[in-house]
């Protein structure tokens, strides 16, 4: 049994005394390992983590699935609280990420380097493509783009040491669970697209991806680009949908009505067992 444990995400869920803010982080407990991914905005998350009872110093993994603040600075917290694992980050991990917005730039990174990772790490590696994690438990990386309404917003930038490029997330991390026959995704904040993501994972692993939890981003997404992407998912054999963070509420209505799909809201505090 895989148990999936939302440690902090936008929303208050039925347990009161947790917090919820910006953000996202997961623990997943599978083939005896506790795997991180992802570590919310801030403290909150640790706070959270005591009043779940999980012991986050016990983390064997800990994945970002980016480095924006919402999902890797969490970790400054989590460090300094002894938090210690082997831990994956994708390549570009520590490039200066902005976001352009009115006239100006705001930095939307991680908030530490190299060497406070490393400090704070018994290792770090650098995914390229595809790790195993675990027996059941893999990280993918570097997707192709082959969704034509999937673009990366223009806003979303990095500094490369002499000028702002758009930021087309090639580090972008995705857990993958294999449940036998097929395959759960969960995802940190899809900035390569959804289904970009999907596709490759389900090309690489030759196997079908039937459950997809985490962020989706499509809460900017048009009507249009939700009903194609929602249509593309269903097509794909997607029966099991857990949207939260960046994923907005228009497109988790749209899924809880949906007759094909069977919806879980991930909120803060919510358990999945696989
Ligand atoms: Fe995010």
């Known amino acids: 049994?895989?148990?999936?444990?939302?440690?902090?995400?936008?929303?208050?869920?039925?347990?009161?005394?947790?917090?919820a803010e910006h953000g996202l982080s997961f623990?997943?407990?599978?083939?005896?390992k506790k795997i991180l991914f992802d570590c919310g905005a801030g403290e909150n998350t640790w706070k959270n983590s005591r009043k779940l009872n999980v012991d986050m110093n016990s983390a064997d993994i800990l994945a970002f699935s980016h480095s924006h603040y919402d999902h890797?600075?969490?970790?400054?917290?989590?460090a300094e609280k002894g938090l210690c694992a082997?831990?994956?980050?994708?390549?570009?991990?520590?490039?200066?990420?902005?976001?352009?917005?009115?006239?100006g730039y705001t930095y939307l990174g991680c908030g530490f380097g190299e060497t406070f990772l490393k400090e704070h790490s018994r290792s770090v590696t650098v995914n390229k493509r595809s790790i195993v994690l675990t027996e059941h438990c893999t990280l993918e990386t570097g997707f192709p783009r082959t969704c034509s309404f999937e673009q990366v917003p223009s806003r979303f930038v990095k500094w490369d040491g002499k000028e702002m490029c758009r930021d087309l997330f090639e580090d972008e991390q995705c857990l993958v669970i294999d449940l036998g026959q097929e395959l759960a995704v969960i995802a940190?904040?899809?900035?390569?697209?959804?289904?970009n993501m999907l596709k490759e994972i389900s090309r690489r692993q030759k196997k079908q991806v039937t459950v997809v939890l985490g962020g989706t981003h499509l809460a900017e997404a048009e009507?249009?680009?939700?009903?194609q992407t929602i249509g593309e998912m269903k097509r794909m054999g997607i029966r099991k949908i857990g949207m939260n963070h960046c994923s907005g509420t228009a497109a988790e209505e749209r899924i809880s009505r949906d007759p094909d799909i069977?919806?879980?809201r991930l909120s803060v505090g919510s358990c999945i067992f696989l």
Not at 27 to 32: F, H, V
């Open 1 to 19: 049994m895989i148990r999936i444990i939302t440690l902090m995400e936008n929303r208050a869920g039925g347990n009161k005394g947790l917090i």
């Open 27 to 32: 623990l997943i407990e599978a083939d005896g």
């Open 72 to 78: 890797a600075a969490g970790f400054l917290t989590l």
């Open 86 to 103: 082997d831990t994956y980050i994708g390549e570009g991990f520590f490039e200066e990420k902005y976001a352009y917005r009115e006239g």
């Open 188 to 195: 940190g904040c899809s900035h390569p697209g959804i289904l």
């Open 223 to 227: 009507e249009e680009r939700m009903e």
């Open 262 to 264: 069977s919806y879980i």
